[in-house]
């Protein structure tokens, strides 16, 4: 039985090359604070974690609607930006 393509990716430890702290506010920065707030680096260990191909997003705005964390529980989220800018500095976007 011959893997699928997700499959190998999930086997394969997917390691960053290096990190940054987001400057501003950006869709992607956007969409990786909802990742970080929901115990994730970003949307490739979230995939690799939860076994899924997709993530849910608001159709309107392509940011993330809905995560399942690591203890199970959801975190839904807005069709509106929800990262203030005063949390932009936490935010970190990882380089593959």
């Not at 997917?14 to 707030?37: C, G, M, T």
């Not at 529980?73 to 929800?82: A, L």
Request: proline content about 3%; hydrophobic content about 30%; aromatic content about 12%.
């Amino acid at each position: 039985k011959a893997l699928s393509l997700s499959g190998v990716m999930a086997k394969a430890d997917i390691n960053p090359k290096s990190i940054h702290a987001a400057k501003k506010w950006s869709p992607d920065v956007e969409n990786l604070y909802r990742f970080q707030q929901s115990g994730y680096r970003d949307e490739a260990e979230y995939k690799q974690v939860r076994q899924v191909d997709t993530v849910e997003r608001w159709p309107e705005t392509g940011f993330v609607k809905k995560l399942q964390r690591r203890d199970n529980t959801f975190n839904y989220y807005d069709k509106q930006r929800e990262c203030d800018d005063k949390e932009i500095h936490k935010v970190k976007v990882y380089v593959y």
